[in-house]
């Protein structure tokens, strides 16, 4: 820039001042000063120092009343740890926070734990439900193939419903979906059965079991069985025709005869051949067979007397059936008939025929009638049919043949029990067997709360056979199922050949195979005896343990009773192991005849023999008799089995009894009885030693109760105040 140019601007601005009219003073500043000046407004607009910000924030919280040193010290305390991250540790040194922190910690660690196991349930739950919902789509696609499709009378509910009811949950409620079904009534098809077959007269008897083999009683459940098949077929042929009304023609006369025929004309019969011809347009023999099929008897004879012109001796054969309160036949008709079917019925070509005359005359029941019963519940009806239940020869069928041939011939496999659980369950309980379907149905996780309130209803009505023991299993099979075919072991310890030798040399595989299997079902005893036969003496002793630890205390009651048939069992066990020696482990072996000899103490415990039972029991040297013994005694516990610890509160209530029994006895007998001379006590001032027998009871008494305190053996509750209760009655 020029000198004249800036002299020029200097001269400008000293005018502009001077023109103004202002009070202020006047201020003249070199570049230097110019600087600073500068420098100080730049620091005012730099950013705020902490030192700042606490004197403003001091200004503005401090006037409210809040302390802002304490406030700072809580901010900085807070953690920003993710939630459920482990804490960090703390100093050794610091104790209190050692323990606060690893509290926390372990609370951290059980929310994430269940966390994650929430998740899983949830994972599980999902796969199990699109599971199920596939095979119930697989299920139709296999009928919608056989031509069954919505045509199908099946012998279940509409799908299962009752399975798979989705239950709004709304809210908060501790009943899983198969709970809230009974609270929405939604197994109605269910209790109609159980309603049906409960309702029974009941022969008194002495015990449960032969009620429910009296032959009237195996009578009456028959009958409500056919009765609730019947009701459910005319409730299907119902709905069938006036579902098709135009088809059906059903007119105005009310009647069995009439909705047979009615139905008859929506489902045309497809077999051919039919013989006798025909009554209102449709096969004679059929329409006999759907009108017992429905339970009306006098609609079948009315069949009967419109064709009886070709039928032969039959009109008179089912007059007498129908006439007859029990639907028998007699000897001499039962012959005739019976004749009449293997010489011409059981080869003809028609298969209704086949299956009245197998119904009137329980002919042939062997016979699957499989053209005509293609569904379970037309089988099981014939079946029932035939079934006679009065005294007669081996040659007939009778509810038990029944009963074993659909349980343990066919079984739940044959069924596809777990997938169609409802069909099985039907087919048991309308053969009254009642345990098997409450065991079938108890395992079936989503079907348990079923079998708990039907068992309870059963068990109310006094038609459930319980087992001895809530350990023992409720299902038990006769010993004749495998003898037969896998042998037998005898007496002399040898083993008798079954049928299965004649086929396969090496034997041993199969029998350790089915053993095995059986074990698995929980039937222990046949088990036993499996393992027993293929030499397997460590898993025999090692099962006999613990059905015997079970029953070893239960009193020694009828010569079929669980208790009474273990010990048989057991002892030519032993018997045979003791002579001819065997592979068991020292363990089980040693658990083994001490439970035995424990049943031996029982049985004198429950006769009444207290000497007897008290002397086995110091031969045991299980229990202390001195108080120097005590603590040797509670060692040597802790060396035996679970299965022995499951008796000790049986055998300490039991040895506490005897010795009250005792003290009792000598409290109230005269000093001078030869009681305690025999004893070897001598007393003081002429008592003849009963004081001193009585302080020796006492003292046997607080043995007991100083054991079982000192026991590192949890015993149950009642047992510690049973024994001091007694104790405290012989003092």
């Not at 009585?694 to 015993?715: E, K």
Request: hydrophobic content about 35%.
């Amino acid at each position: 820039m020029d000198t004249d140019d800036f002299a020029d601007l200097q001269q400008q601005a000293d005018q502009l001042t001077a023109e103004m009219d202002t009070d202020l003073p006047r201020i003249s500043r070199n570049l230097t000063q110019i600087l600073e000046a500068g420098s100080r407004l730049l620091s005012k607009v730099a950013p705020i120092s902490q030192e700042s910000t606490d004197v403003k924030a001091s200004i503005l919280l401090g006037t409210k009343g809040y302390d802002i040193p304490k406030i700072s010290q809580k901010l900085e305390g807070l953690s920003a740890a993710k939630t459920f991250e482990p804490l960090e540790p703390v100093r050794d040194t610091d104790i209190q926070s050692f323990l606060k922190n690893e509290r926390e910690n372990a609370l951290l660690a059980v929310i994430e734990q269940t966390r994650k196991n929430t998740f899983q349930e949830t994972e599980r739950r999902h796969w199990e439900c699109m599971e199920n919902e596939w095979e119930r789509e697989k299920q139709k696609i296999l009928n919608s193939l056989r031509g069954l499709g919505q045509d199908t009378y099946d012998f279940q509910p509409e799908s299962e419903s009752f399975l798979d009811d989705q239950v709004s949950l709304q809210g908060r409620s501790n009943l899983d979906n198969v709970e809230m079904a009974y609270a929405r009534q939604n197994v109605i098809n269910l209790w109609e059965m159980v309603k049906c077959m409960v309702e029974v007269p009941l022969v008194q008897t002495s015990s449960i079991l032969d009620t429910r083999s009296d032959p009237r009683t195996q009578s009456s459940f028959v009958e409500k069985a056919k009765e609730y098949l019947q009701q459910m077929y005319l409730k299907y042929i119902t709905t069938t025709i006036y579902g098709n009304l135009q088809q059906a023609q059903l007119g105005g006369i009310p009647g069995t005869y009439n909705l047979v025929r009615s139905f008859l004309n929506v489902k045309p019969l497809s077999v051919r051949n039919l013989e006798e011809g025909t009554v209102d347009g449709h096969p004679t023999w059929a329409m006999i067979y759907f009108c017992l099929r429905c339970g009306d008897l006098q609609a079948a004879q009315q069949v009967v007397n419109k064709a009886s012109h070709n039928l032969g001796d039959f009109p008179s054969f089912m007059q007498e059936y129908i006439s007859n309160e029990d639907h028998r036949l007699s000897a001499g008709s039962e012959t005739k008939i019976k004749l009449q079917y293997r010489r011409i019925v059981k080869n003809g070509t028609d298969p209704y025929k086949r299956a009245v005359y197998c119904i009137v005359g329980h002919c042939d029941p062997k016979e699957d009638h499989g053209e005509i019963a293609d569904k379970i519940d037309d089988y099981l009806w014939i079946k029932l049919c035939q079934i006679q239940t009065d005294s007669g020869g081996q040659d007939q069928f009778t509810l038990q043949k029944l009963q074993t041939l659909l349980y343990e011939d066919f079984g739940e496999s044959h069924f596809n029990g777990y997938q169609q659980p409802f069909l099985y369950f039907q087919v048991l309980v309308l053969t009254a067997q009642f345990e098997a379907a409450i065991e079938f149905m108890a395992r079936i996780d989503k079907l348990l709360c079923h079998a708990v309130h039907i068992a309870l209803v059963l068990y109310e009505l006094k038609m459930l056979i319980l087992p001895h023991s809530n350990q023992a299993q409720l299902c038990k099979c006769l010993d004749t199922d495998f003898e037969m075919l896998l042998g037998k072991i005898e007496r002399d310890g040898n083993r008798k050949a079954g049928a299965i030798d004649k086929f396969h040399g090496d034997t041993q595989k199969i029998i350790e195979r089915v053993a095995k299997d059986t074990e698995n079902k929980g039937l222990f005893e046949d088990a036993v005896r499996l393992y027993d036969l293929g030499k397997k003496h460590d898993k025999v002793l090692e099962l006999l343990n613990r059905l015997l630890s079970q029953v070893v205390s239960h009193p020694g009651s009828s010569p079929q009773s669980s208790r009474d048939r273990l010990r048989n069992l057991a002892v030519g066990v032993a018997e045979r192991y003791r002579v001819q020696g065997h592979e068991g482990n020292r363990s089980n072996t040693s658990t083994f005849f001490l439970l035995l000899d424990l049943l031996v103490f029982f049985d004198y415990y429950h006769e009444g023999n207290l000497d007897d039972a008290i002397n086995v029991m110091k031969q045991l040297q299980l229990l202390p008799f001195t108080s120097d013994s005590v603590e040797h005694k509670v060692k040597t516990f802790r060396h035996y089995t679970d299965e022995v610890r499951r008796c000790l509160p049986d055998i300490l209530l039991a040895t506490m009894n005897i010795y009250h029994s005792q003290y009792k006895n000598a409290k109230n007998t005269t000093p001078q009885s030869p009681m305690f001379s025999g004893r070897g006590v001598t007393g003081k001032d002429g008592d003849g030693g009963k004081d001193t027998y009585l302080n020796y009871l006492r003292s046997q008494a607080r043995c007991l109760i100083m054991f079982a305190g000192m026991l590192p053996y949890r015993l149950p509750g009642d047992t510690n105040a049973r024994l001091v209760q007694i104790e405290v009655l012989m003092n």
